[in-house]
């Protein structure tokens, strides 16, 4: 089994910076893609940001230029450094590890939220 930690959620002032962390842990032998998601009340979970093995990136174009992933092989940890926040970012994150062998769509962490809001 896997376990998908996620922190750093809180609750920021429009455009200020937070930074979440995501760690991997248990029968973790291989990670391919981690990601970022979210998903915001009424709304439907959609991708933020996610990055392969390789290091490759790929972003949701609402967050093109603000916010950028990085991870830690070593640790296998996933960052979500988040600047620039709008109110329209304020939801709850989660962040998705897929391994292999592993379940396709990967294991999910719990969520942290994220508050956007003067």
């Known amino acids: 089994q896997v376990q998908v930690l996620e922190s750093g959620g809180g609750l920021v002032q429009p455009g200020g910076s937070l930074r979440l962390s995501c760690a991997a842990s248990g029968r973790v032998f291989s990670i391919n893609v981690m990601g970022w998601y979210r998903q915001a009340p009424g709304k439907q979970r959609e991708m933020v940001a996610v990055i392969s093995s390789g290091g490759s990136t790929d972003f949701a174009d609402s967050v093109k230029g603000r916010f950028t992933i990085s991870r830690d092989n070593a640790k296998n940890t996933v960052y979500l450094q988040m600047n620039s926040l709008k109110p329209e970012d304020t939801a709850v994150y989660f962040c998705?590890?897929?391994?292999?062998?592993?379940?396709?769509?990967?294991?999910w962490g719990q969520g942290t939220q994220v508050t956007v809001s003067s």
């Open positions: 998705n590890v897929v391994v292999r062998p592993g379940p396709l769509m990967g294991y």
